[in-house]
């Protein structure tokens, strides 16, 4: 069974870089046809789809987002990065990571793994 798990810093000031990392657990990142995605969810809004890396390595971003982050893989570690600079109060919210071999976007019922979720909040 697959597993995702999410981590980062939890706390980050405004302007800040942020790092978020999703492990792979119980199969691979590699694996054919499955794209990783990362997903948001701000305080009382709904979820907001950020971008995807493909198995081979290929990523797909939301415009509105595109200029300020990057998403990443480490084969070897078997781990997807999320990376945002220039962070604003906005950008608040938990950060999801999940993996579908048809699908990428905002509807979570579609993907067919989901991680737990990590906190963050940037504030002074």
């Known amino acids: 069974q697959v597993q995702l798990q999410e981590s980062g810093p939890g706390l980050v000031k405004p302007s800040q870089t942020l790092s978020l990392t999703c492990t792979v657990s119980?199969?691979?990142?590699?694996?054919?046809?499955?794209?990783w995605s990362w997903i948001r969810q701000p305080p009382g809004k709904g979820l907001e789809w950020m971008g995807v890396?493909?198995?081979?390595?290929?990523?797909s971003y939301s415009p509105s987002l595109k200029s300020r982050f990057t998403i990443s893989r480490d084969n070897g570690k078997n781990t997807a990065y999320l990376e945002m600079n220039n962070l604003e109060p906005e950008d608040s919210a938990v950060y999801y990571c999940?993996?579908?071999?048809?699908?990428?976007?905002?509807?979570?019922?579609?993907?067919?793994?989901w991680g737990q979720g990590t906190q963050v909040t940037v504030t002074v």
């Open positions: 999940a993996a579908d071999r048809f699908y990428y976007g905002s509807s979570a019922r579609q993907y067919e793994y």
């Open positions: 119980g199969g691979s990142i590699t694996t054919s046809y499955y794209a």
């Open positions: 890396i493909d198995y081979d390595g290929s990523t």
